[in-house]
């Protein structure tokens, strides 16, 4: 079993005014140290493509995705039947793409970056659990705005999940907006509303930018489930 060096991560969630229409609840701040504890729900068959971001010093490195199932690593720019990982090192990222995802799939997963001081320095990790009725699911797995204007997403949890704590997360920085806080700020872009009902959350961005464009995700507790958003320049 290779051993590695875990990086910590830190999580800064920041506060967002109440909006006074409908029922949008405010948004809070909160922080985490230490890697994150994640689990990716998916449909069997279903695919899904995770970001795995790196420091910009990493850029010339060595990178893969490892699998704890039968201990193996795949390179970046590899492309396979149902596994592409794809390096962008202009966004200082890779990308692990896993198609037609069956019950042998479940198990843990690390992004990897070599390095001199660590051979095996894991920047991002999860596990993967395929579901026929996911604890978390996406209405869609990548939406897209223009500049100023807003996007809206949907994300769906199981009846065991209601109680949850439900995010809205930005990969590239792991900043967090969560539900039902009470700190608020008059220069809000993104907004929440749980219609637990429907076991659902439905995430708001408004005034949107072209820096907006990125990977996020939603999660409840502890599960999770990624969506790209893009942002087209105004003409």
Not at 56 to 83: A, M, R
Not at 147 to 167: P, T
């Amino acid at each position: 079993m290779v051993s590695y060096a875990k990086t910590n991560i830190f999580y800064i969630s920041v506060g967002f005014w109440l909006s006074s229409v409908g029922f949008w609840l405010s948004l809070g701040v909160e922080s985490y140290s230490g890697g994150p504890n994640h689990t990716l729900t998916i449909y069997p068959g279903g695919s899904v493509t995770i970001p795995c971001y790196y420091d910009k010093k990493y850029t010339q490195q060595k990178k893969s995705w490892y699998s704890e199932i039968d201990q193996t690593h795949t390179y970046t720019n590899t492309t396979e039947q149902n596994l592409s990982v794809i390096d962008h090192p202009d966004q200082s990222l890779f990308t692990v793409t896993m198609r037609n995802l069956q019950n042998k799939h479940n198990g843990d997963y690390y992004c990897v970056v070599e390095t001199r001081e660590q051979p095996s320095n894991t920047i991002y990790e999860l596990y993967l659990k395929i579901q026929s009725a996911p604890d978390v699911s996406l209405m869609n797995s990548s939406v897209s705005g223009h500049e100023g204007g807003d996007i809206s997403v949907q994300c769906l949890y199981s009846s065991g999940y209601q109680n949850k704590v439900k995010q809205w997360c930005r990969y590239k920085d792991q900043s967090c907006y969560t539900v039902g806080r009470t700190d608020t700020s008059q220069n809000s872009s993104v907004q929440i509303r749980d219609d637990d009902g429907r076991r659902s959350f439905t995430v708001l961005m408004t005034g949107l930018r072209r820096t907006d464009s990125g990977w996020y995700f939603c999660s409840v507790g502890d599960a999770m489930n990624p969506v790209y958003l893009t942002v087209i320049e105004e003409v």
